[in-house]
C-alpha cells in the first residue's frame, strides 16, 4: 500500500501565499507522477496542476501564472500558491500513479485524504 500525507493547508489573506507538501510512502518502486487537485465546498473535484506525458504541467486555467508545482523530490511534491484568492478555497489533494513492483509500466493512483485551503480575510 502507497500513503499520500498532505500538510501546509490553513487560513490565508488575500493575496497571500502558501506551499503545500505531499508525501508519498509506503511499497513504492517508482513513482510516475505526482499532482494535484482540489475540491470547494458545493463543487466537484478540480484538476489543480498535473504532469502531462510530454513533461510538461497542465494546469486550470483558472490558477495559471499562481500556483506552482514543483518536485518530485524524495518522493515529495510541492505547490506553492501566491497571490490566492476568495475563490481558490477548497481541499486541496494530492494523488500519485505508484508502482509498487519492478514491471508494472502504468502504476496505480492513489490519493491523499487533503489539506483545507481558507482564503479569507
Known amino acids: 500500500q502507497v500513503q499520500l500525507v498532505e500538510s501546509g493547508g490553513g487560513l490565508v489573506q488575500p493575496g497571500g501565499s502558501l506551499r503545500l507538501s505531499c508525501v508519498a510512502s509506503?511499497?513504492?518502486?517508482?513513482?510516475?507522477?505526482m499532482g494535484w487537485y482540489r475540491q470547494a465546498p458545493g463543487k466537484q473535484l478540480e484538476l489543480v496542476a498535473t504532469?502531462?506525458?510530454?513533461?510538461?504541467t497542465n494546469y486550470a486555467d483558472s490558477v495559471k501564472g499562481r500556483l506552482t508545482i514543483s518536485g518530485v523530490y524524495a518522493n515529495t511534491v510541492y505547490l506553492q500558491m501566491n497571490g490566492l484568492k476568495p475563490e481558490d478555497t477548497a481541499a486541496y489533494y494530492c494523488?500519485?500513479?505508484?508502482?509498487?513492483?519492478?514491471?508494472?509500466?502504468?502504476?496505480?493512483?492513489?490519493w491523499g485524504k487533503g489539506t483545507l485551503v481558507t482564503v479569507s480575510s
Open positions: 504532469p502531462t506525458s510530454g513533461g510538461s
Open positions: 509506503g511499497s513504492i518502486f517508482k513513482i510516475y507522477s
Open positions: 494523488t500519485a500513479r505508484v508502482a509498487g513492483v519492478a514491471g508494472d509500466s502504468r502504476g496505480v493512483p492513489y
